[in-house]
């Protein structure tokens, strides 16, 4: 990787989902690629959930931060359904944010079609029950913990669809 | 065969023609089915429905999104356009999508029957399955991807209605009852949404999709895995075939509404 594409890459670091404080478009996975040629930027983003509404607000926010760098004179946003977003490629970090804000990160091993729990993001207990797996929005569902007695939110696994 | 972008279906008449009506009908019947479900807003049996409905309703929006898409690239307009403008007699959504969700209307005295709607939707997040599961092998890679992409999501949806179907039909008499009879009404009305119209041929000819008759085959045996006993005689088209652009009054009253915001300042930006 470059040098310009290591510092693009920082900056999205930086450019948080709309719906996800604190949690960057990065960390989500969602950035594919992103390609230089001198000034000019084309990032290549794979969306999240088809019906997620936040998706014109992630273009501008990641082609607004971009541009604002000295060196940057155009920033082309571009999303991709060649490359399939699940949720195996939310980072390391982005887990820890979304626990940080109570929400716990998706299952591992999920099977599509089948329930599915994740432990608690406050106390960690497995002690949890799906309240409902559709949330607040697409891509989240709502859970409780019977343990340290407090509801939470989970983002929904989604995992590339193997036809049987 | 495959066709990797729009300039170069395009360059192929016959197969843009076929490709083109195959996904209209892929947005139409995802347009007005979540047009039917957005009208549950606030109404649906509880709050944890309420939550979970509308997520699908925005979600099935998204992919119809998606789909028109599609067909603005391949030069058919613009998508506010295709969904809002167009006449009904070039719809291609399949007729039963179309159907009011019961009596009255949503401002006034909204009696909908939420046993129509566990069957409808059951019905058609089922052939929904079976339809973009055939279409991920299509020769149109845009559209093959898409097909891959909505699959990842929809499992949940097709998850949500299996258990209301299971729930109600081992529920009380009345609910089985009420169920059971919108299942034949669902028998006589259905057949359409099952078939490609006009461009069936070739689009099978062109590797867009698998043939009507396996199409059909996969979607009742997938429907009789959650209904046993599904009702014996051959699905109908009480209503003519939406997919050659035969429509109802219900989809009249279905656009004028989707249409009243947008019509109301086309040139506004939301």
């Known amino acids: ?164 | 065969m495959t066709v990797n972008s729009a300039e170069e279906a395009n360059q192929d008449v016959a197969y843009s023609k076929a490709l083109k009506e195959l996904i209209y009908q892929l947005a139409d019947d995802d347009f007005l089915i979540s047009f039917r479900g957005s009208e549950w807003l606030g109404l649906a049996p509880h709050i944890e429905e309420d939550v979970a409905f509308s997520s699908i309703t925005q979600n099935t929006m998204g992919h119809a999104f998606m789909f028109y898409q599609l067909l603005e690239d391949l030069g058919e307009g613009e998508i506010d356009l295709l969904a809002h403008e167009r006449h009904p007699d070039v719809r291609r959504n399949g007729i039963y999508l179309e159907k009011r969700n019961g009596e009255g209307n949503y401002l006034e005295e909204p009696y909908y029957d939420w046993a129509l709607t566990v069957v409808r939707h059951f019905l058609y997040e089922t052939f929904k399955k079976v339809k973009l599961e055939a279409i991920t092998k299509s020769s149109y890679k845009p559209l093959a991807n898409i097909a891959g992409k909505v699959l990842m999501e929809q499992p949940y949806h097709l998850a949500h209605w299996r258990i209301w179907m299971n729930q109600l039909l081992n529920s009380t008499e009345e609910a089985r009852d009420r169920i059971e009879a919108r299942l034949n009404e669902a028998w006589e009305e259905f057949g359409d949404v099952l078939e490609f119209g006009f461009q069936a041929t070739e689009m099978e000819h062109f590797d867009l999709i698998i043939g009507e008759e396996e199409l059909k085959e996969r979607w009742m045996d997938e429907v009789a895995k959650t209904i046993p006993n599904l009702p014996s005689e051959p699905l109908g088209k009480k209503f003519g075939s939406g997919r050659e652009g035969q429509h109802t009054e219900d989809l009249d009253q279905a656009l004028a509404t989707l249409s009243e915001v947008y019509l109301s300042d086309k040139e506004a930006i939301w």
């Open chain 1, 1 to 164: 990787m470059s040098q310009k594409q290591e510092e693009i890459r920082a900056v999205l670091r930086t450019v948080d989902d709309p719906e996800l404080p604190n949690v960057s478009v990065a960390d989500l996975g969602m950035v594919h690629d992103v390609l230089v040629k001198e000034g000019d930027v084309f990032i290549t983003m794979t969306p999240t959930f088809a019906g997620c509404p936040a998706l014109d607000f992630i273009k501008k926010n990641v082609k607004t931060a971009v541009e604002e760098m000295t060196w940057v004179e155009s920033c082309e946003v571009h999303f991709s359904f060649e490359e399939k977003w699940s949720t195996d490629a939310i980072t390391e970090e982005g887990k820890r944010q979304l626990k940080k804000h109570g929400i716990a990160p998706p299952p591992e091993n999920y099977q599509p079609g089948e329930e599915w729990t994740v432990d608690c993001p406050y106390c960690g207990s497995d002690y949890t029950s799906m309240e409902n797996v559709f949330g607040p929005t697409a891509c989240r569902s709502i859970l409780y913990c019977t343990s340290c007695r407090n509801p939470f939110e989970a983002m929904k696994p989604v995992v590339d669809y193997v036809i049987t």
